[in-house]
C-alpha cells in the first residue's frame, strides 16, 4: 500500500514540436530536473513526444510492436530516475487485450513505477471533435483515434491515481466514477488549445476537483507548437478545496506540490458531500 500521507508530485509542461527525438530530449530535461527536486510522481502532457497527427498512425503501430521509442522511453526514465511516471499520452495501435487495429490507434496514457514498470493504461474515452476559433479551425480526433471504455486506477505514491486525459475534463460523469473508485487524486495530462483553454481550463479543473473532492494534477502543453497550433499551458495542481495551488502559465517546466493526504482527509470530513447524494 503506498504511503498516504503525502508525496510530492510534479505536473510537467512543454511545447512539443514535430520531431520525436527533440521532444524526448525535452522531456528526459524535465523528468531530470523533477527527479533532483524529489518528485516521487511526475505528470507528462497530452502528445508529449509526438504531436503530428499525421505520424500517429505509424508510431502507435511500432509502439505496440514493442518497437517504439516512446514506450521505451517511459520505462528508462522512471527506472533511472526512481521515479513513477504518467507518461501524457502516446499513440498505440492494439488495445488493452491485444487486438491490433488497422486504420486508427488509441491515445494512452501509460503509468510507470519506479523500477521502470508499466503499471497502468488508460485510453483517452472522449475525443475532440470540435470547431475552435483558431488557425487550425477544426478538430477531429475521431479520424485518427478509436475510444477508449474503461475506467482505470492505479495505486501510487501519492494514494490512489485516477486518470483522464485532457477533452474528458469536460464529462463529470467520468470523474464522478473515479471517485467512486476510491480514488485521491486525478491526473490530466492534456493539450488545451488557447482558445478553448482561456475560456474554460479553470473553471472545469476547479469544478471537478470541488465535486469530487479530489487533488487534481494537470501537465498540459503550453506555447506555440507549430505555426497553425498554439496551446493554452496553464499546467496546475488544484487542492481538494479548489484552490490553484501551483501553477505555470507558459512555456516548458513544472510545478510541484506535496499531495498532503491529511488536506484531502480533513476536506472530505468537514464537508462529506459524497454522503449527501441523492441521485
Known amino acids: 500500500m503506498a504511503n498516504r500521507n503525502s508525496a510530492l508530485v510534479a505536473a510537467v509542461q512543454m511545447v512539443s514540436g514535430a520531431v520525436l527525438a527533440d521532444n524526448l530530449d525535452d522531456a528526459a530535461r524535465l523528468l531530470d530536473a523533477a527527479a533532483r527536486k ?16 499525421r505520424d500517429m498512425l505509424d508510431q502507435g503501430r511500432r509502439e505496440a510492436e514493442g518497437e517504439g521509442e516512446i ?13 513513477w511516471i504518467v507518461g501524457g499520452s502516446m499513440p498505440l495501435a492494439s488495445r488493452p487485450d491485444g487486438s491490433a487495429m488497422a486504420d486508427r490507434v488509441r491515445a494512452s496514457c501509460l503509468v510507470f513505477d519506479d523500477t521502470g514498470t508499466e503499471v497502468a493504461r488508460y485510453d483517452k474515452i472522449h475525443l475532440f471533435d470540435a470547431e475552435v476559433d483558431d488557425a487550425h479551425g477544426r478538430y477531429q480526433e475521431s479520424d485518427t483515434f478509436e475510444p477508449g471504455n474503461q475506467v482505470v486506477n492505479v495505486e501510487t505514491p501519492a494514494g490512489l491515481l485516477g486518470l483522464a486525459i485532457c477533452y474528458d475534463l469536460r464529462f463529470p460523469e467520468l470523474f464522478r466514477a473515479l471517485r467512486a473508485q476510491g480514488v485521491d487524486w486525478i491526473s490530466l495530462p492534456s493539450a488545451f488549445t488557447y482558445h478553448t483553454g482561456d475560456a474554460h ?33 496553464h499546467s496546475l495542481i488544484c487542492d481538494p478545496w479548489g484552490k490553484v495551488v501551483a501553477e505555470l502559465q507558459e512555456g516548458r517546466g513544472m510545478v510541484t506540490v506535496e499531495l498532503d493526504q491529511e488536506r484531502l482527509t480533513e476536506v472530505r470530513r468537514r464537508m462529506p458531500v459524497w454522503s449527501h447524494r441523492k441521485l
Open 38 to 53: 524529489g518528485v516521487r510522481v511526475a505528470v507528462l502532457p497530452e502528445n508529449f513526444a509526438i504531436l503530428s497527427t
Open 201 to 233: 481550463w479553470h473553471a472545469l479543473l476547479r469544478a471537478r476537483a470541488i465535486e469530487n473532492q479530489v487533488w487534481l494534477v494537470a501537465g498540459g502543453q503550453g506555447g506555440q507548437n507549430s505555426e497553425r497550433r498554439r496551446t493554452y499551458g
Open 71 to 83: 514506450r521505451a522511453f517511459l520505462s528508462a526514465q522512471a527506472a533511472r530516475h526512481k521515479m
